[in-house]
């Protein structure tokens, strides 16, 4: 009996060894197949330490020269925690992304960054009017069936301008402080510096609904266009405030509910790593 127990265990290391080392590329082709929505090109490595050349979705490149290093300690927590980093546009990114039993995805100690059009672009956004460098630092966020149910950290947009016209109406610097709500995550939002003074919130719920209610103003020293900009936004209120509230759903919704259609409301009245973020 005592034989058969170490066969066993000996059959059992032999196949994680195997499955361990075996070329990623390989591992990739027979098990991923058609069921992820994204394509892996240029693999090389194995699942413990790898690269790939490029991350794809589509046409629509998603991250070049993706680097990924296998954390052991990680399945002392129930979990497959990977260091996974690349410095080549269009996403620039620094972190520990990791699957548990269940399928929670955890990303933690996360830094990404970006070109506003270009992150656009790979969430499915083709064209937007506004552009300018976005910088994620993530302390932690938690996803469940593909959507966030837990998250903290900071998002900066720098030099967020307006680039329909002839000459880009630079708009200024925003931040965005993400933490837990008591149903999903909420981001309050306000101004760093510049020609736009912006205030307010988005929420997203655990069952998939969003609530987006920001108020904007130009600054004193704003010039004309931008006061042009806010204008088509609505009447300001008497604290000269133009407010856009957008509600809806991010989300299919689950259990037989009817999807709520978007409404937008104008305005009635020590870390060796580098930091995509501005400091402070």
Do not use: C
Request: glycine residues 12%; proline residues 6%.
């Amino acid at each position: 009996m005592k034989l058969r127990y170490v066969l066993i265990a000996a059959l059992l290391s032999f196949l994680v060894g195997l499955v361990a080392h075996a070329p990623a590329a390989s591992l990739l082709g027979w098990f991923a197949g058609d069921r992820i929505p994204v394509q892996a090109h240029g693999v090389s490595g194995s699942l413990l330490s790898g690269a790939a050349t490029q991350i794809s979705r589509g046409r629509q490149v998603v991250a070049r020269d993706l680097r990924w290093r296998f954390a052991p300690a990680s399945l002392l927590l129930g979990r497959a925690s990977y260091a996974i980093a690349t410095d080549s546009p269009p996403l620039l990114l620094d972190g520990v992304a990791g699957i548990g039993l269940g399928g929670m995805v955890r990303l933690k100690d996360t830094r990404a960054s970006g070109d506003l059009r270009s992150l656009a672009g790979i969430a499915g956004l083709p064209f937007i009017p506004v552009n300018g460098q976005v910088g994620l630092d993530l302390v932690s966020l938690k996803l469940v069936d593909q959507w966030p149910r837990s998250a903290q950290g900071r998002l900066q947009v720098i030099g967020l301008s307006w680039a329909l016209g002839r000459e880009p109406v630079v708009l200024g610097d925003f931040e965005a402080q993400i933490e837990d709500a008591e149903d999903g995550i909420v981001a309050n939002v306000g101004t760093l510096k510049g020609a736009v003074e912006v205030r307010g919130s988005a929420r997203m719920s655990n069952e998939g609904g969003y609530d987006v209610d920001l108020q904007l103003r130009a600054a004193p020293d704003a010039p004309p266009m931008v006061g042009n900009l806010l204008r088509s936004l609505g009447q300001p209120d008497a604290s000269g405030y133009h407010r856009i509230r957008q509600t809806g759903r991010a989300r299919p919704a689950t259990d037989g509910a009817v999807p709520a259609e978007d409404v937008q409301t104008p305005a009635a009245d020590d870390d060796q790593r580098p930091s995509y973020l501005l400091p402070g």
